[in-house]
């Protein structure tokens, strides 16, 4: 017996989807501060919002480009009692952000220490200038040169 599922209709084809948004990407990190300052400082982000919320022993950061209303954002969860890095498993792949100038933005990330294990250069199959750096808990941010 096959089952038929119907996804909500395209952008632009009215119903749902056209009220659907990527709201935020969360992930946990080990040293709330020092990744505020990575996202921030390096990629040019903005801090958002940070609330503490002692019962559950957490920490929830907003970090974007603009607020949440309106953009997507990345939510940092900062877990008290995390004393040992997390697994980065291996379902989460990466994020990605567009920057005008892919060469001079990884010059500068790797001299600030910045891990950049994939040097910026075109796609395989041609394309788009891509790189792609570490976050201080290890994770991937795919750099795509945009004008």
Known sequence: MSQT??????SGQGGAADKFRLLHTMI?????DKSIDFYTRHLGMKALSRKDYPSGKFTLAFLGYGDEASNTVIELTHNWDQTEPYDLGTGFGHLAVGVPDIYGTCAALEK????I???PGPMKH?????????????YKIELIERA
């Open 117 to 119: 294990p994939r040097p």
């Open 5 to 10: 599922t119907t996804a909500p209709k395209q």
């Open 126 to 138: 041609g394309g788009s200038v891509i790189a792609f750096v570490e976050d201080p808990d290890g």
């Open 112 to 115: 600030a220490g910045v891990k």
């Open 28 to 32: 946990r990190v080990k040293d709330l």
